[in-house]
């Protein structure tokens, strides 16, 4: 214990300050980005789209991850790496969806106050936060990329092809090359 303060307290106050000066690094470069060049979408990827595009992300994992064609063009050495990567990735984007659900749901809970306690409010503040979601991500996706994008497409993608993702990948899948000239 150093002075009253947990090693684990002194360690998770170090990262939250880290996270955050990163954060506020990354929305100072944008501004200063936007200033220069008149552009501020990239100030909205450093402020919460990279949030937004976690559904985006996932599916596009999932295909890969889902597309053997696709992997066998990767060097067997770094086939099974990549492909472990990419799981780790997509469940730590499952779980940081789920977080910032319930923090939401919280979120509307305390905003509730008395009426909390009612099934019917909790029912009410999961539909909005569902409705609110779809459209943040619709709405940011056109904007950024200008795709029309279904909404938790990626989340459904994930949970249809679970079992596919979580197989350990055949290795012995020859590399692809396609060196061939002509015909």
Do not use: H
């Amino acid at each position: 214990m150093i002075g009253g303060i947990g090693f684990i307290k002194l360690a998770g106050f170090f990262a939250i300050f880290l996270v955050i000066g990163m954060l506020i690094i990354n929305v100072f470069s944008a501004i200063a980005y936007g200033v220069k060049t008149g552009d501020y979408k990239p100030l909205l990827t450093a402020t919460g789209g990279r949030v937004l595009q976690l559904d985006q992300r996932m599916k596009k994992s999932v295909e890969f991850l889902t597309d053997e064609e696709a992997q066998s063009r990767i060097d067997p050495a770094l086939r099974l790496r990549m492909v472990e990567m990419m799981k780790q990735q997509l469940i730590f984007d499952i779980s940081i969806l789920i977080l910032i659900g319930f923090l939401l749901f919280k979120l509307g809970n305390w905003m509730a106050g008395k009426a909390q306690l009612d099934p019917m409010t909790d029912i009410l503040i999961i539909g909005v936060i569902i409705v609110f979601l779809i459209s943040a991500e619709m709405a940011y996706t056109y904007w950024i990329t200008k795709e029309i994008v279904y909404p938790f497409e990626g989340v459904y993608m994930f949970i249809k092809n679970i079992s596919t993702i979580f197989t350990i990948p055949d290795l012995s899948i020859p590399l692809v090359t396609n060196m061939t000239v002509g015909g």
